[in-house]
Every structure is written in C-alpha cells, then in structure tokens.
C-alpha cells in the first residue's frame, strides 16, 4: 500500500533559524495536504497542494510539491516559538479505489530555542 | 463554531468495556472520516463516510470496532470489550468532496487500564 516517509523526525533550532521537513511518498498523490499539531492538540490544517511543481507561501512558510507529484517539502524561514509543533504532511492516492483516505508521514516535531 | 467536534474529549474506561465516541462534522460536508492515533506517530486512517454509506474500513479496524453514520450527519465510532492496545487518541475529520481539505476535529483521547 501507499507509504510517505518524512524526514527529519525531529529538529531542534535556535530562533531565528530556518526549518525544513521533506516529505516522500511511494506512489504518485493526486495532492498533498500539511497540517500542524502542537503539542496536546489536534492536526490543524495548513496547505494543500495539487499542480505538480507547485509552490505555495504562506507568510514564513514556503511549500512545494515535486514535480512527480510523490515528493514535497515545507521550509519555514527565521523561526520562532510560535512555530513549535509537530508538522505532517499526508497524501492522497491517485488511484480510484482509496483516493480519499490520508496518508500521513510520521511527522517532524520541531522545537525551537528562545 | 463551525468546525468538527467530537465528544467526549477524554474516555478512560477498564478493559474488556464498551466505549463509544461521537463526532459531527462540519454542516455542508458530506464526506467523514475516522483516523487513530498513537503518541509518536502520524494518524492511520480507520473508514470513511460518504453521506450515510461506508465506503472503507481499514484493516486496523478489528470486528471489535463499528461505525455509523444513520443520517448522513453525525457519526458514532465503538469499540466493544476494549483492550489495552485501543489506548488511542481517535480523530474524526469531514470534507465536502472526494479530494477536498480534510478538517479535523479535537480528538477523543481513549485510555483503557
């Protein structure tokens, strides 16, 4: 079955820093979506994204979508606190029979020094 | 608020009890979906909805788990004689279409002892 694979499961950064976490699934997506999870909360969502190629920004936050459509990534430049969570990205197949159900990654917990 | 709500937020229950969660998904999605998650990990989708009809059911879920969805709007989700294994947080999300964001509500959070 369908598998996506994130990396790295943790980062820690000072503020200020830049974050990265990469997303890579074993089959082509019809999209993928990027939700946070802080800590005790539930998956908020973030993005989704569909063209293959795509890039999206969201203030700090850049995400992209290979252009293979099985591959993704979200930067986040200068961090700060407010930005500690757990990130997931999750796909959805692109075959007819389970095209609807989320996949997720196992995330990226991103902590981040004051 | 018009997002996703599930209840109760928090269950502990004793093993070998019945236990049973709620969700209502946002008014206008027709689509529901039940995942489960464990500290550490991604959630794992458990089934889905389309309006009253159940389309999937993951493997994970056992025949000690059913779900339902009478009218098409709020769904149940439970677990008969409940083991320690189901210790879970188990999450309800809804869309409006096949492809559509899916939005998540807060979580029931089960602790079986």
């Known amino acids: 079955g369908q598998q996506v694979m994130q990396i790295p499961q943790y980062q820690h950064v000072q503020e200020g820093e830049d974050f990265t976490t990469y997303c890579n699934s074993s089959?082509?997506?019809?999209?993928i979506q990027w939700y946070k999870q802080r800590p005790g909360g539930h998956p908020v969502f973030l993005i989704q994204?569909?063209?293959?190629?795509e890039v999206k920004k969201q203030k700090r936050l850049t995400f992209q979508f290979g252009e293979a459509k099985k591959n993704s990534s979200l930067h986040i430049t200068a961090t700060q606190t407010t930005d500690v969570g757990t990130y997931f990205c999750?796909?959805?197949?692109?075959?007819?029979?389970?095209?609807?159900?989320?996949?997720f990654g196992k995330g990226t917990l991103l902590t981040v020094n004051p | 608020d018009t997002g996703v709500s599930q209840n109760p937020r928090h269950k502990i229950t004793k093993r070998g009890q019945n236990v049973t969660f709620r969700c209502d998904p946002i008014?206008?999605?027709?689509?529901l979906y039940w995942y489960r998650q464990t500290l550490g990990q991604g959630p794992e989708f458990l089934t889905y909805?389309?309006?009253?009809?159940?389309?999937?059911k993951s493997r994970l879920l056992s025949d000690r788990f059913s779900a339902e969805r009478p009218k098409g709007s709020f769904s149940t989700l439970e677990i008969q004689r409940t083991e320690q294994g189901d210790s879970a947080m188990y999450l309800c999300a809804s869309s409006n279409r096949v492809t559509g964001t899916q939005y998540f509500g807060p979580g029931t959070r089960l602790t079986v002892l």
């Open positions: 008014s206008e999605h027709n689509r």
């Open positions: 909805f389309q309006n009253e009809a159940q389309l999937e």
């Open positions: 999750a796909g959805q197949g692109n075959s007819g029979g389970s095209n609807y159900k989320l996949t």
């Open positions: 994204l569909v063209k293959s190629g």
């Open positions: 089959t082509t997506l019809s999209n």
